[in-house]
């Protein structure tokens, strides 16, 4: 069956590191773009990071991209074995707090993923004192 299932969230202190993980099941993960996303209570959602898919074709090189309010303090990176997406989050700021989706799409527009026609249920990062 097909999935995306986040794990990692959790609460932690300001300024502290949360490591999130985007597991697949019933597709090679490698193959899409692979897109972050958060949403605070009462606010948007917004895109966080976004990793090109890097099967080999032309058009899919494993780039990474960012959003500008988390550039510096995230970093995106896959691991194809497993078959598994990371975010790594440091310095981590109350601002930060939301729920993070991750999702497959086809490419990455920036730090927004496209097309994007799967999800995972989410996870929750809280940061406070």
């Known amino acids: 069956q097909l999935q995306l299932v986040e794990s990692g969230g959790g609460l932690v202190q300001p300024g502290g590191s949360l490591r999130l993980s985007c597991a697949a099941s019933?597709?090679?993960?490698?193959?899409?773009?692979i897109g972050w996303f958060r949403q605070a209570p009462g606010k948007e959602r917004e895109g966080v990071s976004c990793?090109?898919?890097?099967?080999?074709?032309?058009?899919?090189?494993?780039?990474?991209y960012y959003s500008p309010f988390v550039k510096g303090r995230i970093t995106i990176s896959r691991d194809n074995a497993k078959n598994t997406v990371y975010l790594q989050m440091n310095s981590l700021k109350p601002e930060d707090t939301a729920v993070y989706y991750c999702a497959r799409g086809n490419y990455c527009s920036n730090y927004v993923l496209y097309d994007v026609h799967y999800w995972g249920q989410g996870t929750q990062v809280t940061v406070s004192s």
């Open positions: 019933g597709f090679t993960l490698d193959y899409y773009a």
């Open positions: 990793i090109s898919s890097s099967d080999g074709s032309s058009s899919s090189d494993g780039s990474t």
